[in-house]
């Protein structure tokens, strides 16, 4: 899935992304979990996290793992560090008010496969 209908059905607000990439980045797989150790363990390429939590480890774990697309659940909005942190390492950040389960529901109903999205 393109990430452009990926922020169309997640309805989200943009937090950073870089202007004129993003929209063509392909999705794959996605792993919904606010335990960042959940995470680490669950490594694959063109993966998008979805998470409650908002603190710059989030965007640390994703940068160990390879993730380039992080979508805060429940309308959390990350710490001022954590932008400046994804901003640094051009890994992009949305924000979207459905719940964890909601998204990741939307995200199967529109192509993402069951034994591709990972509930941690």
Do not use: H, W
């Not at 999705?27 to 680490?40: F, N, P, Q, W, Y």
């Not at 793992?65 to 400046?84: D, L, M, Y």
């Amino acid at each position: 899935m393109k990430l452009k209908k990926l922020k169309s059905l997640l309805q989200t607000n943009t937090i950073f992304e870089e202007v004129n990439t993003a929209d063509d980045l392909e999705i794959v797989t996605a792993c919904g979990a606010d335990l960042m150790s959940d995470v680490l363990a669950f490594s694959n390429d063109k993966t998008l996290l979805l998470t409650g939590l908002t603190n710059p480890q989030v965007v640390r774990t994703a940068e160990m793992v390879g993730i380039k697309i992080i979508v805060f659940v429940r309308a959390k909005e990350p710490q001022i560090e954590t932008v400046a942190l994804a901003n640094q390492l051009d890994i992009f950040l949305y924000s979207t008010a459905k719940p964890l389960f909601e998204a990741c529901g939307i995200l199967y109903n529109n192509g993402v496969g069951a034994e591709e999205i990972n509930y941690l």
